[in-house]
């Protein structure tokens, strides 16, 4: 089983409309978590983190932790096409070494005009 | 632009080749990290460095040597790389904590022929 995971995509949202994307983790340990937004050809840009159960909200973006079934969420409410890209969900946690953050292999979205 | 900035843009270099990735910042993060992601795959940790010591190797060959000379600078040296390891190289940072974000640099674009 693989540490993250999200659904590869492509996730294809009508401009306007809200994308919805999920990313399971299987460590119990991991502690703070954050959605990246990679351009192809470029670094990945933060978009949001979230270490507490529930919502967090940033503009047209919410975060969503449930730690208990061990998933998080990213919705991007009024999709744009510049919203179109792959999105990254990474999970941190304390290794006994230092700190550590694990990439899910991404959800790639296409937001139609 | 990033705050983190990493030279070259772009390395071709042959098998016998020494080079030199060098990655910058002036956070005052003190936590710094290589990542090496391959093309429609996630970014791959490599090295973590915190306060200036090595934390994390994940089992990187050797043929890859980090360095950190100082808290705002990391090197990673290159020698007798192999085709396989074209890959973008990206250089991150992040304050020292469970929560905190790394902030990435735009990469360097590497190609071994």
């Known amino acids: 089983q693989k540490e993250v995971e999200q659904n590869s995509g492509p996730l294809s949202v009508p401009e306007g409309a809200i994308a919805s994307l999920n990313c399971t983790y299987s460590d119990r340990g991991s502690q703070s978590f954050f959605w990246y937004r990679q351009y192809s050809g470029k670094s990945p840009e933060l978009i949001m983190f979230i270490y507490s159960n529930g919502d967090k909200e940033d503009g047209r973006f919410t975060a969503q932790l449930n730690k208990a079934s061990q998933y998080v969420s990213l919705l991007i409410r009024d999709s744009q096409p510049s919203d179109s890209a792959t999105y990254l969900c990474a999970v941190r946690k304390i290794k006994a070494a230092g700190n550590k953050l694990t990439f899910g292999g991404g959800t790639r979205v296409l937001v139609k005009p | 632009d990033t705050e983190v900035t990493q030279t070259p843009k772009h390395l071709v270099m042959g098998m016998t080749n020494k080079k030199s990735l060098k990655c910058e910042q002036h956070m005052g993060h003190r936590a710094m990290y290589w990542y090496k992601q391959k093309a429609k795959k996630p970014p791959e940790l490599m090295f973590v460095?915190?306060?200036?010591?090595?934390?994390i190797n994940e089992s990187v060959p050797s043929r890859f040597s980090p360095e950190c000379p100082n808290s705002s600078l990391l090197n990673l040296h290159l020698h007798a790389l192999q085709p396989e390891d074209s890959a973008l190289y990206l250089c991150?940072?992040?304050?020292?904590?469970?929560?905190?974000?790394?902030?990435f640099g735009n990469g360097t674009r590497l190609t071994v022929t």
């Open positions: 460095y915190s306060y200036e010591k090595l934390s």
């Open positions: 991150a940072s992040s304050p020292e904590g469970v929560g905190s974000p790394l902030h």
